[in-house]
């Protein structure tokens, strides 16, 4: 594996823990979800990433519960380009 920051090949994989909370009203009664990932790390400028395991995104374990509404509003502006604010 070769880092994407500085091209160097001195890269290791460290296995991690991390918890993912939902972000929704009621947080508190869905528990955290704790997917395994493996961070890979440069050990010469320290840039790290970690991917979720696909089972979890196959699974949908990280999409909304419900459908977000999609915003149709376009913002007016004015001559000099900024955004004018409705009152």
């Known amino acids: 594996m070769v880092c994407a920051k500085c091209q160097s090949t001195a890269v290791s994989t460290v ?3 991390i918890r993912l909370y939902r972000n ?3 947080t508190l009664s869905h528990p955290p979800m704790t997917p395994s990932p493996d961070i890979h790390v440069c050990l010469d400028c320290g840039w790290s990433e970690f991917a979720i395991p696909h089972s ?3 699974a949908g374990w990280l999409r909304p519960l419900r ?3 999609v915003s149709n509003v376009t913002p007016i502006t004015r001559e000099d380009g900024q955004i004018a604010i409705a009152s």
């Open 15 to 17: 296995p991690a823990e």
């Open 24 to 26: 929704i009203p009621r």
């Open 56 to 58: 979890w995104l196959a």
């Open 67 to 69: 459908p977000q509404p």
